[in-house]
């Protein structure tokens, strides 16, 4: 997928989202919201920010969590795909973000948190690692990095995938695969959490989550790493 091309998805993307996040019974807006959860119960030694980078922020799906939830004052969005900003401009216009293609914002080393959601697998493997120099040099010298991916170890992620016509030529990275890269840019890796291993038919058992972090076949994991 070029970047280029999530502009074509941007005013079907949520649609899209819905019904692959169907398989689990869940919505994409429960998903953004557990994230920010996670992160804010995670993160606790480090919150709160005042400000995030949301790297890869497409239509803006998490961009109400990061003010509701995580008590940041302001966002920084970054987008290749300026329709996708568009629209989410369009649905939050009250919300102290910035919006931005990355040429048109320069990272200057002073932000606290930079945060990424599903974005890596959209980036050709050998753009990854100047991706995340990008996002290594907006963090100010102590600033954390929250990266979420899918995890092609869980074979629901896989079939949902399979189900996203934007997904169709994405490369998803094993949770090895991307401590290799955040390395290679320079990060330093503080942890690693899978979560989301129960569909909505099994919520009751969600409250065994937290202490199936370190079981690596949940729908999705989170790197946190430091610059
Ligand atoms: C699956 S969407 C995820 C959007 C959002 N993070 C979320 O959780 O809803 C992937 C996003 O990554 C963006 N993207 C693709 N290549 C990128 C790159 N090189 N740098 C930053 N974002 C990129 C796409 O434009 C798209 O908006």
């Known amino acids: 997928m070029t970047t280029a091309e999530f502009d074509e998805f941007a005013t079907k993307y949520e649609k ?53 939830i995580l008590g940041c004052k302001s966002v920084v969005a970054i987008d290749p795909s300026a329709e996708s900003l568009q629209v989410a401009q369009e649905r939050y216009p009250k919300l102290n973000v910035r919006f931005s293609v990355p040429e048109q914002f320069a990272p200057s080393a002073n932000l606290p948190f930079a945060f990424c959601n599903g974005v890596f697998h959209h980036i050709p493997p050998d753009h990854r690692v100047e991706a995340l120099r990008y996002v290594r040099s907006a963090l100010s010298s102590d600033g954390i990095f ?4 899918n995890n092609p170890w869980n074979p629901m992620v896989v079939y949902s995938m399979s189900l996203n016509e934007f997904d169709r030529k994405a490369q998803t990275l ?28 099994a919520r009751g058992l969600r409250r065994l989550e937290p202490a199936l972090r370190w079981l690596p076949l949940g729908a999705q994991y989170l790197v946190v790493a430091s610059k």
Not at 37 to 63: A, E, I, M, N
Not at 146 to 149: P, T
């Open 16 to 68: 899209t989202m819905e019904r692959s996040c169907a398989v689990s019974g869940e919505s994409p807006d429960f998903y953004a919201m557990e994230r920010a959860q996670w992160c804010s119960r995670r993160l606790r030694r480090w919150t709160p920010f005042d400000t995030v980078l949301d790297f890869g922020s497409g239509v803006g799906g998490s961009l109400k969590y990061f003010f509701d």
């Open 146 to 149: 929250a990266f979420w991916e």
């Open 174 to 201: 094993s949770p090895l695969r991307s401590l290799r890269l955040l390395k290679s840019a320079g990060f330093r890796i503080r942890f690693v959490d899978f979560c989301f291993f129960f569909p909505h038919f």
